[in-house]
């Protein structure tokens, strides 16, 4: 490279230009030699290998070259740059451009690209195929038919189903005021029942401190007489059992039971027994007296 010389002779006189200017020389140095034909030499990496056309060696990736850049066309506004390269193993010449539309870079001549690209159709996958393409060969009476059979779906599909939309829509907006009256007269009587159920819900909770997150059930006539049945059932089914635990106990218990108490069981246990055959010999001697003196009041 030249032009980075920052050296002024003395005779240097700023109103000539720059120094390279003065010295003729572009500041891209020898690398803008080919300025005038449009190219400029740049360091240039194969991007993929190569078979070179003339000598036919192989050329590995990442190999640089003094390339010759130039500027060939443009897709849109992006510039397509072809790169000039000369064979380090031979005097043959390849050109690779550059080729914006699928982002890649392209061998134009003198080589041989070695196809690595993956390809998803060989693996398994599914092809990619170019649809800008296939949207420039439109078969005209297809084209045609497609669009007599969207006007046919227009006219029987959608044109009725929008008509009943409508209809529909002209039904619940033709008389706000008398519908808003009615959905809020609605509400008012719900939200009274709401309220009276809450303060009887609130009321039963505080008198069983029961959680307030507890939500309970909706009361109607059938649950409440479920719950009178179950009620009495189970009150008749209590006082039975009572009934009967207190006959047993007292017809299973002997008078002597305290006397003949096996001396393996423990002086607690026994004096417990004891003191409950006591209770329970007083309980029946009471309820005996208390029934002889009801039956002889009772007799004439
Ligand atoms: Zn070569």
Redesign the pocket.
Known sequence: MQGFNKYYPPDYDPSQGSLNKVRGKHALGDRARKLDQGILITRFELPFNIW??????H?GMGVRYNAEKKKIGAYYSTPIFSFRCK??????WFEIQTDPKNTRYVVVSGARQKDEDWNPEDNGGFAIHDTEKESVEIDPLAALEKTTDAKRQMETVAKPRIESLQVVSEHYNSDPYSLSLKARKKFRDEKKVEQQKRKADDELKGRYGLPTTLSLLREDEKSVQEAKDLWSKAKVDHLGAKRRRTTIEVSSIPATTSARLPPSSSSKSSTLDSLRTQILQNTAKKSAVTRSLHNSTLRP
């Open positions: 070179c056309g003339t000598c036919n060696n050329i064979c380090h193993l031979c005097d043959g």
